[in-house]
Every structure is written in C-alpha cells, then in structure tokens.
C-alpha cells in the first residue's frame, strides 16, 4: 500500500530524495517515519514525524542529525527523507512506515523498501 522511490547509487558527499506515498488515500495518521536496514543489521529508525499525536517534534537517529530531513505532504499523505551529505554507513534498504488508525489500536503500514547504496 505504501509506494517509496528515490533511492540509488550516489557518491559520498551527494544527496537522495527519497519518497512514499500510499496507493490510496489514508484516514487518521499518527506519524510517518523512515527506517532502514543494512544487510546483517537491524532494522533501525531513521527519522520520524508526529501527525495526529500528543508528540510536536521530529525524531532522528543521531548518526543522521543535520543531515537527514524528514517532511510530509498532507493532501498527498505523502513522506519524505532529504538525505544530504551521505556517506558510506547510510548504505542500506529504506523503509517508509506509517501508523494510522484510532490512538487505542493503531496499525502498521510498511513501504516495500528503496535500496540506497553510497559509494566512497
């Protein structure tokens, strides 16, 4: 249900979009996120932002600050990750996520993942 794009293969110091937009219209977001997975890793959080919750600010792993922007798009229920400045280490699949549904039982839409690999 969720549609992302915008990885590839990019030299160190260049920059990525990525985006995820859903096939069909979403009622009641909570937050959008992104997370990604290097072979032989976890899958960990990238950034994450509030839409329907108590929660105001965004949220990104450390490794990523200053150079990571995450934004969405209401009218298109749309999320998106400005990756600049990429590096090596920011190899890996990406995974645009959204929780949505009522506070009390909320459920979990994934992205089928957009391979970013940076080059050195």
């Known amino acids: 249900q969720l549609q992302a794009s915008g990885g590839g293969l990019v030299q160190a110091g260049g920059s990525l979009r990525l985006s995820c937009e859903p096939s069909?219209?979403?009622?009641?977001?909570?937050?959008m996120a992104w997370h990604r997975q290097a072979p032989g890793n976890q899958r960990e959080l990238v950034a994450r932002?509030?839409?329907?919750?108590?929660?105001?600010?965004?949220h990104y792993l450390d490794s990523v600050k200053g150079r990571f922007t995450i934004s969405r798009d209401n009218a298109k229920n749309a999320v998106y990750l400005q990756m600049n400045n990429l590096n090596p280490g920011d190899s890996a699949t990406y995974y645009c996520?959204?929780?949505?549904?009522?506070?009390?039982?909320?459920?979990?839409?994934w992205g089928q993942g957009t391979l970013v690999t940076v080059s050195s």
């Open positions: 996520h959204i929780r949505a549904g009522p506070v009390w039982y909320p459920k979990d839409y």
């Open positions: 069909s219209y979403m009622r009641n977001i909570l937050d």
């Open positions: 932002i509030p839409v329907d919750t108590a929660e105001t600010e965004t």
